[in-house]
């Protein structure tokens, strides 16, 4: 074979590359399609709602109203002596105090907790249900973002969830 054909074999797959590049680019250079005459009414509609929805947030509510005016909550007490303990997340509440039980629940941050019974601490769940989880997954209080806080367990919200009350003390 002749030097020259050797050549032009070698750039043959490189020239095929270069055109079929230059092919795509052809095509995908397409010009921009005009705006569609009900597409200039639908973006005016959009602005019209953006200035509406701007005028809402930016909007001069008044001054909050007292505190002494917003109803307090009616909580449904706990019966008996409950403590806020801290727990281990995502451990198992059981329905009895026994391992061998049905899984109720899972614990997360802080429960409030009754009596021990046996290797198993009573706890109160939520609406006035009771729960069992290990005792060893039980901890002394502690808040994240605030150490020093102190946690008291007030009963039942009218959703159902308990409601503690966490404050933490004045230095």
Not at 31 to 40: A, E, F, L, T
Not at 105 to 119: N, S
Not at 136 to 145: A, C, E, I, R, T
Request: hydrophobic fraction near 35%; proline fraction near 12%.
């Amino acid at each position: 074979m002749s030097p020259n054909k050797t050549k032009l074999l070698a750039a043959l797959p490189g020239l095929a590359l270069l055109a079929s590049t230059g092919c795509a680019l052809a095509q995908s250079e397409t010009p921009p399609q005009p705006i569609q005459p009900h597409m200039g009414q639908e973006m005016k509609q959009l602005d019209q709602l953006s200035k509406e929805n701007n005028a809402l947030v930016h909007r001069n509510w008044g001054p909050p109203p007292p505190q002494s005016s917003i109803p307090p909550i009616k909580v449904t007490p706990a019966h008996g002596f409950w403590g806020c303990l801290s727990v281990d997340d995502y451990k198992h509440v059981h329905s009895a105090p026994s391992a061998a039980s049905p899984v109720v629940g899972i614990t997360y941050d802080w429960v409030a907790a009754g009596p021990a019974t046996g290797q198993f601490t009573k706890i109160h769940i939520a609406r006035g249900k009771i729960g069992y989880v290990r005792t060893s997954y039980l901890h002394p209080f502690h808040d994240k973002f605030a150490p020093k806080a102190i946690c008291t367990f007030e009963g039942d919200q009218p959703s159902g969830l308990n409601l503690f009350n966490i404050r933490t003390p004045k230095p």
